[in-house]
């Protein structure tokens, strides 16, 4: 059984359903910009990192239970899908379900599927295989989403090497969303798009990445998606990784997000951070610091 790991906030009680981790990358590979920090242990903690010295990216999702909602924010990378140009993704075969059945939630049990973008490792378990064709996990929930990411892959003219993992992750885990009815594309302007539930733009790791704000009875669950991957990026916002494909875009993106997460009673949720994947922001005359949130039912500090 996975380790739990949840917070309350409020009457929602928000929990990681852990897929996979992946620990290829070095500090200095993963951030080149920050190559000459790789052995300042406050810049890169050693619990963050593998026994090999690398980034540990951690690929799960974040399931919300209020009570009245089911709600899962990005879906992993998935199982079974074909992936020649994004060799950590092809075709595997993670517990991904198995887990989510831990925290006693099953698939058709899911009302809401919020998605912060559509790269290959946040959509994957939107669908799964069903004999020759792919059919969505959740059949009861509406997927939420933005319509501007989804336009703009599904356009054969952004079709070049940066984004075919990304058409083809659309192809198996997006267009069948749509095709069944339940797929919900929105504007992502930072209204209000369903009770308590914002979609920020947050643009640069993606053209039109979006983080998601939940609000609660004790303050703002911001999900930063891929906004930033690791806790250094607090410490240095401007530093992009690899993995962003507009460099501006995404540090103006990282700034607003911090920015956001340093509200108090703010509790941000990484997408792909190691250890317990949530943090508090502070501000300060030194700029941005973070802090690991207390979870449920724990003593941490």
Known sequence: MQ??????????????????????????????????????????????????????????????QDGTRTILVDTGAGAGKSRPFAPYFENLSPPFLENLADHGVKPEDVDLVLLTHLHVDHVGWNTRRDGDEFVPTFPNAKYVFCADEYAFFSNPENLIDRHRTSFMAREDSVDPVVRFGQALMIEANGAEVLSGIRFIPTPGHSPFHTSIALATDDGEALFAGDTLHHQSQVVYPDVNSVFDADPERARASRKLVLERAARPGTIMFGAHLAGTSAIQVSKGELGYRWLAAPRHGSTDP
């Open 3 to 64: 380790e739990r790991i949840r917070y309350q906030m409020g009457k929602t009680l928000i929990s990681r359903i852990d897929e996979l981790q992946l620990m290829s990358f070095s500090p200095s590979k993963l951030f080149p910009a920050l190559a000459a920090e790789v052995e300042d242990e406050r810049i890169f903690p050693r619990d963050l990192l593998s026994e090999d010295g690398n980034i540990i990216l951690s690929c799960h999702s974040w399931l919300l």
